[in-house]
């Protein structure tokens, strides 16, 4: 039987949302926004919990987004008050974010899919994940 990607892709929102819902963190963050798809899942599973707030890294690109709507536009407005969402390069605005924060429960990682990039997220990020955190990623380079 053969997955089409339309699935596979709704599976894994579907397993990102269950496992927020499931783990009850305090401490999500994302990089790679884009149109924000993902973003409601997880935030309504925070919201389920009454608990957590999602920190969002993407960058506002044009070619990745409808004309005219800004970056997680899908994102609906009753569930943003969960949201920190901050608009630039992981490279640049992830390190300060990490400090800031502390301790990250959820890192879901969905931003630049090459080798460099993904392996500097993963070990900006690692020092920051608590033990038995989870992490996410989409794609493999």
Same mark, same amino acid.
């Given at each position: $039987? ?35 798809? +993902? +973003? ?15 920190? +969002? ?60 990039? $993904? ?17 996410? +990623?989409?794609?493999?380079?």
């Amino acid at each position: $039987m053969e997955i089409q990607s339309a699935d596979l892709y709704a599976k894994k929102i579907l397993l990102q949302y269950i496992a927020v819902l499931a783990f009850q963190p305090d401490t999500v963050v994302e990089t790679g926004v884009a149109n924000g798809v +993902s +973003s409601p899942h997880i935030l309504l599973a925070l919201q389920k919990n009454e608990r957590g707030t999602l920190h +969002s890294v993407g960058l506002n690109e044009p070619q990745y987004l409808p004309v005219g709507k800004p970056l997680g536009w899908i994102v609906p407005e009753s569930l943003k008050s969960r949201w920190n969402l901050l608009i630039g390069d992981s490279c640049d605005l992830l390190p300060s974010l990490l400090a800031k924060l502390g301790t990250i429960h959820v890192f879901i990682r969905d931003s630049l899919h090459t080798y460099d990039h $993904m392996l500097w997220e993963y070990r900006t990020i690692f020092p920051y994940l608590r033990h038995a955190g989870l992490l996410f +990623s989409d794609d493999a380079a």
